[in-house]
């Protein structure tokens, strides 16, 4: 069973995941991925993987077999496990519970090739909508994206990052009376310089103080506090297909993932929260003044990224 | 000049470091390091920095000549700038100041493939009072230390995650009028199974709830506030090349950053806080869901971690 455990000074919470425990050997060079070898998320291959917990199959295929255009199956090594109690115990001034929780793969085409920019506008809808199905199910706390997959982990705590988002947004409200999100989509249209793209439902836009290179948010323009399918995951789909082909032409496919910010689907409908997309390619190592400060170093003004992304060939 | 930026948000300030602009193409594979070039920290090539601010002379040669063990110099394209006054200006909703502070290179061995795990002890400790001095001058908020150099950075504003640590232990310390540091070395002493190793002064161990795999904290066994060369510094020295010894042995030579974190120099010594450095091997890379959420996963539990650092045959 992999444990949580919180460190008694600075009170964040790790997951401590020994069922995929590695040993030193395997963080050598020789255990990197092979690449070209066999792939479990490939036409085809349906049978290697966990039973899968949904699926999009507009043929009517039989569940675990070719024919699907998405699939979601369980991580075959889970971070977290989905039965069990939390069991919450100390251990001195230690304070650990029982690693619960749900580790779901989302495979949003079964072409090996495909990523966001390049696979059809459709597969793209499909994956926000998958998203929303299993984050209803489990109350995600991040979803993660790599290549032509997507991770989505569901934690038994909020993790302290996302409280003090929220927490910030609340008190700004409860200061103006004014969504901060809302508040920042207002400045940038009227500013234009980190303004990526829009369409009728959204806006992209490279924020005033990014972390990294290129880093790239995209926010519903109305004020919406969670990720919700009122008709606009169409919408959604376009403008987040059309920044990653931005991406994909500046920086040469560089990898890269996608956050989802949201309120949790349970709570009422507020006032002080907006939900967004956070991408963000990977392109510098993270630095160890960032590891022991928090505090980042970007080389790359928003607003040159900006104009490179607009004025990208796609 | 750089700049400081807010999120409005989540209220972290980032470097932006526009002196050292990036345009993509110097993010492509093509852009990465040269190995076996031209390298200013050699031997020999002492001219070819920016004007050394102090080294280690022995034996008595000109600045900037060869001869020197140990030598500290301003970075050639720093993050941040001495001169200049930090304007601190807001732009609608968002807040920024000039980028003042210092970044300074601290070069500890003329000799290319020295590291902390082979150099001679002594350099090892030369490093360490470099460390002290320079802190004295900048009140730096972090060091990070990659192959045989290290890097200071002095911030004009303390960084959320620094505030927090230290906030934290005062409210442990309020609370139980104990050091935390010090209860969590009480612990360790009496379970052994996360210690490496100890001698008079320090103690090495592996912290309960690690962010990575082999993360290593090293803290002085008394209770001391700030980093303080009280005539321990050869026992730092000895212990932190060992250690280093350990790890290069398990690990295989990674790359690693360490953080010192400690009190201000210019604060009175205080009960609650206890300085020490923090190691990590970079062995992993940050996925998305750590970026997303600041919740980390560890593969490999610290019991685990220790116990191959403390049977490492060095």
């Known amino acids: 069973m992999p444990e949580l455990r919180k460190d008694p000074v600075v009170g964040r919470w790790v997951i401590i995941s020994v069922e995929r425990g590695k040993r030193p050997a395997d963080f050598s060079l020789g255990a990197a991925a092979k690449k070209g070898g ?6 085809g291959n349906e049978h290697t ?18 024919g699907g255009t998405l699939r979601v199956v369980p991580n075959k090594f889970p971070a977290l496990q989905i039965e069990g109690h939390l069991e919450k115990t100390g251990e001195g001034i230690y304070d650990k519970m029982n ?46 994206l790599e290549h032509s997959h997507s991770q989505l982990i569901a934690l038994p705590i909020v993790p302290s990052q996302v409280t003090e988002e929220i927490t910030n947004a609340k008190h700004y409200y409860d200061n103006k009376e004014r ?5 920042i989509i207002r400045q940038e249209l009227s500013m234009r310089t980190r303004v990526i793209s829009e369409n009728k439902g959204f806006i992209a836009l490279s924020p005033y103080a990014p972390r990294a290179p290129f880093e790239t ?7 919406e506090s969670a990720f919700a399918p009122d008709g606009n995951f169409s919408m959604l789909a376009e403008i987040l297909q059309r920044t990653m082909k931005q991406i994909d032409k500046v920086l040469d496919y560089p990898p890269y993932n996608i956050m989802l910010h949201t309120s949790a689907f349970n709570d009422e409908v507020n006032d002080h929260y907006h939900w967004h997309l956070e991408i963000m390619p990977k392109l510098t190592k993270i630095a160890g ?10 080389p790359t003004p928003p607003e040159e990224a900006a104009k490179f992304m607009r004025e990208a060939k796609i």
């Open 289 to 298: 003044f960032e590891w022991g400060s928090g505090f980042y170093i970007n």
């Open 217 to 223: 948010w995209v926010l519903p323009q109305k004020h």
């Open 49 to 66: 993987t966990p039973q899968e917990i949904i699926a999009f199959r507009p043929d009517g295929s039989k569940p675990n077999t070719t």
């Open 179 to 183: 969504c901060i999100f809302c508040d």
């Open 38 to 43: 066999f792939c479990a998320f490939c036409k």
């Open 99 to 144: 690693g619960v929780g749900a580790h779901e793969v989302i495979i949003e085409n079964p072409d090996h090739n495909a990523t966001l920019s390049t696979m059809p506008l459709k597969s793209v809808e499909d994956m926000l909508w998958a998203y929303h199905y299993r984050i209803s199910d489990g109350e995600a706390a991040g979803a993660s």
